[in-house]
């Protein structure tokens, strides 16, 4: 008999960070899914059913069965607590996990700020449109965020220790494009640098995180 298809979904469009860190979640943890486009030019997110499985009306949102979760480090951290062994990914040592839980609010409440300013200004505006004086200002703020991972990492593997685990994902995505986007100076970091060659191999991060931006 033919397998039946994935009962876990997830919508959100693919070019969305918040929606590839939660696939590349998935694919590490192998977790099947079935992705349905939503956002942006796919629509959606306002239509009263979808609204109903998330109030905020974006994306990403995973539905499970009659379980709906939307945040995307909130359906990573259910992902690794409902599927496979989580010892790594995500650690249940109190202090441990703690630290690993610090970057993913971190991603949220500092870095995600201050990077969408330059990717929406050098990756989704046109190159005429583009203020060049005010995307390096927003490159130079963005740095110092990235500087504090540069030092993090200087002593280490991955971003809490020598093991691989939510944080990397979180990170990995939004420094995708911190070094994938061009017209701006960046600082040598050669810590972040070091890490992202070592996390950019994983499968997950080539499927999701790769593809060109847009």
């Not at 977790?31 to 009306?57: C, E, H, K, S």
């Not at 490159?139 to 030092?151: E, G, L, M, P, S």
Request: glycine letters at 6%; charged letters at 20%; aromatic letters at 10%.
């Amino acid at each position: 008999m033919p397998s039946s298809p994935p009962t876990l979904q997830i919508w959100g469009r693919a070019n969305s960070v918040n929606v590839q860190k939660v696939l590349w979640c998935c694919r590490e943890l192998a977790v099947p899914f079935t992705r349905i486009d939503a956002g942006m030019q796919y629509g959606r997110t306002g239509d009263a059913d979808y609204l109903a499985m998330n109030p905020n009306g974006r994306v990403p949102t995973l539905v499970d069965g009659d379980f709906a979760l939307w945040e995307s480090n909130s359906i990573m951290r259910y992902l690794a607590l409902t599927h496979a062994s989580t010892s790594q990914i995500y650690p249940a040592e109190p202090k441990v996990r703690a630290g690993m839980e610090r970057w993913l609010d971190w991603t949220l409440s500092t870095l995600q700020p201050v990077e969408r300013p330059l990717f929406w200004g050098l990756v989704r505006t046109p190159v005429a449109e583009r203020d060049v004086v005010a995307m390096q200002q927003a490159a130079d703020t963005a740095a110092v965020q990235w500087r504090i991972v540069d030092r993090q990492l200087a002593d280490r593997a991955y971003m809490e220790g020598e093991a691989f685990s939510l944080a990397d994902i979180a990170i990995g995505a939004y420094a995708r494009r911190w070094l994938g986007v061009e017209g701006v100076n960046r600082p040598a970091l050669p810590h972040l640098q070091r890490w992202f060659e070592t996390i950019a191999r994983r499968p997950g991060f080539q499927e999701f995180v790769a593809p060109p931006m847009s």
